[in-house]
Each structure stands twice: as C-alpha cells, then as structure tokens.
C-alpha cells in the first residue's frame, strides 16, 4: 500500500496562502484518485478538492472555489493543494487520501495519510 504524508500546514492570518503537499512512498498508476480533505472540530470529515492521477481532472468544494488549486507532479509522486485568500473557517487538519474514483464522500477512500494542522486566525 502507497504511504501518504502530508506536509506544510502552519499557522497563518487570514487572507495569507500556504501550499500543502502530499508525498506518496511509491509511484502511482492511472486510474486512481488523490483527494485533500479537511475536518475541522465539531465538524464532519469534507472534500476540499480532488485530482485524477492519470488524466488530471479536478473538482473542488464550492467554498474553495476560485481560491484552493489543486495539482500532482507525477514524476515527485506528489499532490499540491494551494490555498489562497485563506479565512478562519478553513482551519481544519487536512488530510490526503487515495481511492479508486474521485467522488466526494469521504469513506470510499481507503489509504489516508496523518494530516497536517492548517491554523488561520482572523
């Protein structure tokens, strides 16, 4: 099984940007999803963005819309999620995780990494 971990989560103001990456132990292959979640306390785990390996095709949560991008360096074996314009309401661990298809449930996916700590103050 790929081992996923997380890095670049920190503490930042509202409105700054911080790049997250997710690093995977061994190449991918096609057909395979990489989604970035996020839960925050009290709250359920959610779909910020996901990424098709193979092909690229993305989907986001509409509240990251126009200001999270989503990308993968296939040859790193790495996800990016770069988030701009960032609000208190973003604070959450996020999370990458890797499924068979890029749906926005949390629970098909089935390899997650740890998480890193995304902390924005207002």
């Known amino acids: 099984q790929v081992q996923l971990v997380e890095s670049g989560g920190g503490l930042v103001q509202a409105g700054d940007s911080l790049r997250l990456s997710c690093a995977a132990s061994?190449?991918?292959?096609?057909?395979?999803?990489i989604g970035w979640f996020r839960q925050a306390p009290g709250k359920d785990r959610e779909l910020v963005a996901v990424i098709t390996w193979s092909g690229g095709s993305t989907d986001y949560a509409d509240s990251v819309k126009g200001r999270f991008t989503i990308s993968r360096d296939n040859a790193k074996n790495t996800v990016y999620l770069q988030m701009n314009s960032l609000k208190s309401e973003d604070t959450a661990v996020y999370y990458c995780?890797?499924?068979?298809?890029?749906?926005?449930?949390?629970?098909?996916?089935?390899?997650w990494g740890q998480g890193t700590q995304v902390t924005v103050s207002s």
């Open positions: 995780a890797t499924g068979r298809y890029p749906v926005r449930a949390a629970t098909p996916y089935d390899n």
């Open positions: 061994r190449r991918t292959f096609g057909g395979v999803a």
